[in-house]
């Protein structure tokens, strides 16, 4: 009985979700709970891991870390909303009458949730010029599809990406000009399911592996080429620029079942596309403070503007000028508490961090702007990471 409610809870977020992924909708990175705390994506940051797909001029200048495994789980939309319905789900003998009941009705006619796990194969280096890793993330997409229908997608991707920066030997003193160079690749794989309303009680009390084996199921690769350049002034100043995608072809095979990719019986629909060329630019600042130091170690400022050419490069799916702007602040205190802030997609981000060296703690919150408008259909996020660093 206990088996039966967990598979008939974990089906129901499984039956709601997102459109459909294209080509240029191929995400080549990793979440971080640090990285969001601080507004997002920075080409000038280069103190996490998650940097390695940032800028890689950085890896001159990134303190040197091997990743040995990480968790990071992240979460958006009515979490607690979904958890609460699924906790009923395990007590209430008549699922039509839990689902058309006005609760769930309204949830499942606006609804936009997500999980993400990043880890636990989670392996790379940074540091002295160098930059590699391999990682997995796992998530599940909910998302209204029509009236009273929901429709999900799950996904697993893995990445593989690797570089090198070098120091341009024309810097002089403490000014420093670096450029680098990262080759990555992805491969995903991502299951869709779509039901209505009235075929939620059926979905639950026949859940099999059939459920996701019997549906469609999308398989995209890429392999791409980012490029960027870092300057740098001391420990005080820094500027980035990079060039994200500037060539990364993708292949995207659609297959009817899950099961006919599984036993190769069935002939994919392919599709060739490139991602859009990704410009960003942002600057670091980080004042001196003296005997502050001894207590207050280190303030970043961050200021970036992302995704520059959307207007040029992807103009179907640009979106307003104020929604490119990220800006993040990060006191370290004690050398282990970070205090972390900032503002991306016109959404504010707060969080925290805990160093103890080999064992590390991020949580964040943070906005998201699902429409191409600020305040259009924002979505407010959680995320906690688990690092393990030597």
């Known amino acids: 009985m206990h088996v039966r409610n967990a598979a008939a809870g974990f089906a129901f977020v499984l039956s709601m979700s997102v459109s459909t992924l294209f080509a240029q909708d191929l995400s080549i990175g990793v979440p971080s709970a640090r ?7 920075h080409t ?27 968790i990071t789980v992240g979460a958006s939309g009515p979490i607690f909303d979904i958890a609460n319905i699924v906790i009923q789900s395990f007590s209430e003998s008549d699922l039509t009458a839990l689902l058309g009941t006005d609760t769930v009705l309204n949830l499942i006619t606006s609804i ?6 990043a880890g636990p194969v989670y392996f790379g280096y940074v540091g002295k010029g160098l930059g590699f890793g391999f990682f997995n993330t796992t998530d599940v997409t909910v998302e209204s599809s029509g009236p009273l229908s929901i429709r999900a997608v799950i996904g697993e991707q893995v990445m593989l990406a690797g570089g090198y920066a070098l120091r341009l030997p024309i810097a002089m003193g403490k000014h420093a000009l670096d450029v680098g160079i990262l080759l990555k690749g992805a491969l995903r794989g991502e299951v869709e399911l779509e039901r209505n309303l009235l075929q939620l009680p059926d979905l639950f009390s026949n859940i099999s592996l059939d459920t996701v084996t ?46 006919g990719f599984i036993n190769s019986t069935e002939t994919p ?64 205190l004690l050398q282990i ?54």
Do not use: C, W
Not at 35 to 41: L, N
Not at 229 to 238: C, G, L, P
Not at 297 to 307: A, H, K, S
């Open 35 to 41: 990285t969001s705390a601080v507004g997002g994506v």
């Open 44 to 70: 000038a940051y280069t103190e996490d891991m998650s940097s390695l797909f940032h800028n890689p001029a950085g890896f001159v200048d990134a303190p040197v870390q091997l990743s040995i495994a990480e």
């Open 112 to 117: 936009y949730a997500a999980a993400d796990v």
């Open 214 to 259: 019997g549906e469609p199921f999308r398989f995209v690769s890429g392999i791409g080429l980012d490029v960027g350049v870092r300057y740098s002034y001391a420990d005080v100043f820094a500027f980035g620029v990079v060039g994200k995608d500037l060539f990364t072809p993708t292949l995207i095979q659609e297959f009817a079942t899950l099961d």
């Open 269 to 332: 629909t392919q599709t060739y596309g490139q991602l859009p060329i990704d410009l960003s630019a942002g600057m670091l600042f980080s004042p001196r403070l003296g005997r502050l130091e001894r207590y207050v170690n280190d303030v970043l400022l961050l200021v970036d503007y992302l995704d520059i050419l959307d207007f040029l490069t992807h103009p179907a799916t640009a979106v307003n000028p104020v929604l490119h702007v990220g800006i993040g602040l990060e006191i370290t």
């Open 337 to 390: 508490l970070s205090i972390r802030g900032g503002f991306s997609q016109g959404l504010f981000a707060a969080g925290m961090g805990i160093d103890l060296s080999i064992f590390r703690l991020h949580i964040a919150m943070f906005g998201s702007e699902l429409s191409s408008e600020p305040g259009g259909r924002s979505v407010y996020n959680a995320m906690i990471g688990l690092e393990f660093r030597l």
